[in-house]
Structures are given as structure tokens and as C-alpha cells.
């Protein structure tokens, strides 16, 4: 059983280029959660997604970036005009139903972003 | 949201236990604790979770008092291996939907 999959799991990017980072979830999960990890800090929480829907996107910065999460195939998040503060790693996470800390996430290995 | 305190970094050697404490005096009745594990360039890994007392799996113990308002994670007869970060969170769907809150971990570094 295959768990969350992420690609690439290395990125380089120059400054105002686009990232387009990839997330396949667990087999039978539907919920996608993206989180990004700048380096030397913690983990911090940028959208939740569910198939078709951005359930929570409180900790996506406001401008340049997107997430989906179509019907079909993996949930994109998408870094537009990319600057050097956006290198980091950014982890992708799935569970099958709604979770808060009750329910276990599950995490992809990253994709390392390095703007030049 | 309860905000979680724990040691920024621990030493142990091979084969002895290892405590780690997180305080969270702001828990909500609702809060569970879980704890997550992460290696260099790896995704978190749930290691255990609770809501209260004693919990215990194949790869840890989770010590939670009457109050909830701190909890231990042990490892037994850590090994090299278990040189990580580990991350406490507390939280609910109730309380912050479905975002993991991570704190900065503690880093721990086990020695031969």
C-alpha cells in the first residue's frame, strides 16, 4: 500500500519562475492537507483540501500561491513569481476522513524548493 | 489553541530511556495529544496519541496526568536511529479543523 507521494522531491526554481509541487494521497484518502517547513523551524499549516474543495487555506499566504485538489488526479500547489523566501520544504499530508490531531495524518517525503 | 512548550534538545545514549516532556497548560476538553517523529529530509511521523492516562504501542508511551496539562513521551532503549526531532501537538477538529499545529520540536541526539 503506497503512501503519500510526493513530486519532485527536489525543486530549483529562479526568481519569478512558477512551482508546481504534486501530491497523490494514501489510497483511499480524500483529505489533503499541505504544510510548509522553512529551514531550522517547525512545520507550519498552509491549506486544507477535500476532492473539488479548499476547506481551510487560513495559513496560504494571500498572494502568488494556490492550491487544488481536482476530481481527478493529484492535488497541485502552485508558487507563482517564485522569491527566495520561498525555499523551504513543503510536506503534503492525507487522511481518510476530517482530522483534526484525532486522526492521523500521514506525510509524503517533501519536495525541497531552492530558488535561486 | 493550546500552545505546547518542550525541551529544544536532549542527549541520551544508546539503550537507556528517554522522557520527553511537553507542557500545554491551555488544553481544551476537546484536545487530544499526539506526538509526531522526524528525520533529517523526511517527512513527520505519527509515533502515538492520547487523550488521557497511560497509552502504550510497539514503539512508545505516552504518560498524560489528571490534569492534561502537560505529557511525557518515553522511548525505551532508544538507538541510534531515534536521533530525531519530536513534535507535541495538542489540538481537536473541534478547535482548529484540520490543521496539525507543529511547535519547534525537541531535538533529540542519541549517542553510542
Known amino acids: 500500500n503506497a503512501g503519500v507521494m510526493q513530486n519532485p522531491r527536489h525543486l530549483v526554481r529562479r526568481r519569478g519562475q512558477e512551482a508546481r509541487l504534486r501530491c497523490s494521497p494514501m489510497k483511499g484518502h480524500s483529505h489533503v492537507y499541505w504544510y510548509r517547513q522553512l529551514p531550522e523551524e517547525g512545520l507550519k499549516f498552509m491549506v486544507y483540501l477535500q476532492k473539488e474543495n479548499i476547506i481551510d487555506e487560513s495559513g496560504m499566504p494571500k498572494e502568488r500561491f494556490s492550491a487544488e485538489f481536482p476530481k481527478e488526479g493529484p492535488s497541485i500547489l502552485r508558487i507563482q513569481q517564485v522569491v527566495r523566501g520561498d525555499s523551504a520544504a513543503y510536506f503534503c499530508?492525507?487522511?481518510?476522513?476530517?482530522?483534526?490531531?484525532?486522526?492521523?495524518?500521514?506525510f509524503g517525503p517533501g519536495t525541497r524548493l531552492l530558488v535561486l | 489553541l493550546a500552545k505546547t512548550t518542550q525541551p529544544i534538545s536532549m542527549d541520551s545514549y544508546e539503550g537507556q530511556e528517554v522522557n520527553i516532556t511537553c507542557s500545554h497548560n491551555n488544553i481544551a476538553t476537546n484536545d487530544y495529544i499526539t506526538w509526531y517523529q522526524q528525520f533529517p529530509s523526511q517527512g513527520p511521523r505519527f509515533i502515538i496519541q492520547g487523550y488521557k492516562t497511560k497509552v502504550k504501542n510497539e514503539v512508545a508511551s505516552l504518560f498524560i496526568p489528571a490534569d492534561r496539562k502537560s505529557s511525557t513521551l518515553s522511548l525505551p532503549r532508544v538507538s541510534l536511529s531515534d536521533t530525531a526531532v519530536y513534535y507535541c501537538?495538542?489540538?481537536?477538529?473541534?478547535?482548529?479543523?484540520?490543521?496539525?499545529?507543529f511547535g519547534q520540536g525537541t531535538e533529540l541526539s542519541v549517542k553510542p
Open positions: 501537538l495538542v489540538g481537536s477538529i473541534y478547535n482548529q479543523g484540520g490543521k496539525l499545529i
Open positions: 499530508a492525507s487522511s481518510p476522513s476530517a482530522s483534526g490531531s484525532e486522526e492521523t495524518q500521514y
